[in-house]
């Protein structure tokens, strides 16, 4: 263990090395290690993204199945009612039209029961008149009693 | 050792001390072994040569996944990378909280703790394996040589007091001169000028203990290290035929393969904590006592 100038060259050296290693070494490695980081960083950020939009988009399409349903289920209820309105206009109908039918049916039938009167009315008149006359042709004088007898006829009508 | 030693021993085949000095001994630019304990005239040829092989290679592996680093999915190679660079960034992030200065320290930290690391592993080689080949390629059946940089005082106090720069560097840039030189003469024990002396006293053994335990620790665990792996092999050359011998070379393949695995932690876990000592002590520059 002798020391000797091999200390100065050994402390050239070591500068020498240390100077290249900061040069050439240390900055490349450092850099690319950095980039690396950052990529990392970078894609993680991205993943975290990625998946809020996704959860986005799900509560999205949620909703609009929602609103759909919604609206069907509207619409639905929109054609029942109008089907049922429908429906009550078709039976007042009917029945206005089954009313109307049955008036004019019985007037009809209240006019043919007067006219069916009046001429039996007339028959039994004529009846009773010339009954009368069989029973009195005699006494009665057709032209004194014309009088009467239009009276009777008028009463019997 | 001296070199007449050296002499005799290759003419009888080495004895146990003379191998293992004969291995820690460098091939340094005199061509015989240091004679003083210091000299500045000397280089260690074998630890500049490794600790730049060492540093160019662990550099170029990093560059390698730098210049294709992609930020979309890494291969095994590049994620390999990233995770010794993610270590090194979040002990710097935790330690420095000057993202300016970590421009240059977390780097200076990888660097140190990659570069370590390979040197480190130099000693996971056979002993003999490096050493033999080159006493082989110069025809010099005594050349030396040692593989391992970081078992040399001279490499781990090169990067240590290359760390006391740095730490230097950071006390003038965060605190100003004058703050710091008010520091250095105030802490720890408060501003007072009888107490001055003895706070610049305490700040220059600080500076010193942390720079030589910085240096000395890293350096005497794999000096250490080396030498067990030494101690070891010479189990297996008593192979000799008798029953000791032969006992000694299994003792050899048991014992060499429990400290390589044991060492495969103390390279990593030496690498480690001299990395994360710079950082502790350039984070100290950044804070005021």
Known sequence: MNLNATLFAQLAVFFIL??????????????????RAKKIADGLAAADKAKMDLANA???????????????????????????????????EAARVIAQAREAAEGEAGAAMQRAKEALREQVAALAVTGAERILRREINANVHAELLANLHQELK | MSEHAVEQAASHGP??????????????????????IVDFSV??????????????????????????????????????????????ADQAKGIIHSAESRKFIAPLALTVFVWIFFMNAMDMLPVDLLPLL???????????????????????????????LV????????KGFGGWVHELFSAPFGSHPVLAPLNFMM??????????????????????????????????????????GAALWIGHVIAGSMWAIFHILIITLQAFIFMMLALVYTGQAHEGH
């Not at chain 2, 942390?210 to 050359?237: C, D, P, Q, W």
């Open chain 2, 167 to 174: 730490c230097l560097y950071y006390n003038v840039k965060i």
């Open chain 2, 43 to 88: 280089f260690n040829v074998d630890t500049l040569i490794f600790s730049v092989a060492m540093g160019v290679a662990a550099l170029f592996l990093l560059w390698r996944a730098a210049s294709k680093a992609t930020s979309g999915v890494p291969g095994r190679f590049q994620a390999a990378v990233e995770l010794v660079l993610e270590m090194v």
């Open chain 2, 203 to 244: 700040q220059l053994i600080e500076f010193a203990a942390k720079t030589i335990s910085h240096g000395m620790r890293l350096f005497g665990n794999m000096y250490a290290g080396e030498l067990v792996f030494m101690l070891i092999a010479l189990m297996g050359a008593a192979w000799a035929g008798t029953f000791t």
């Open chain 1, 18 to 35: 240390a100077w290249f290693t900061m040069t050439f070494v240390w900055p490349p490695i450092v850099k690319a290690l950095d980039e």
């Open chain 2, 15 to 36: 004895t146990a001390g003379e191998y293992i000095v004969h291995h820690l001994t460098h091939w340094n630019t005199t061509g015989h072994p240091q004679a003083k």
């Open chain 1, 58 to 92: 799900e509560k999205k399409a949620v909703d609009e199945m929602r609103k759909a349903r919604e609206a069907a289920a509207e619409l639905r209820a929109g054609a029942e009612r109008q089907a049922a309105q429908l429906i009550d206009e078709a039976r007042s």
């Open chain 2, 134 to 164: 080159w006493q082989t390629a110069t025809g010099d059946h005594h050349a030396y040589l040692r593989v391992v940089p970081t078992a040399d005082l001279n490499g781990t106090l090169g990067m240590s007091i290359g760390v006391l």
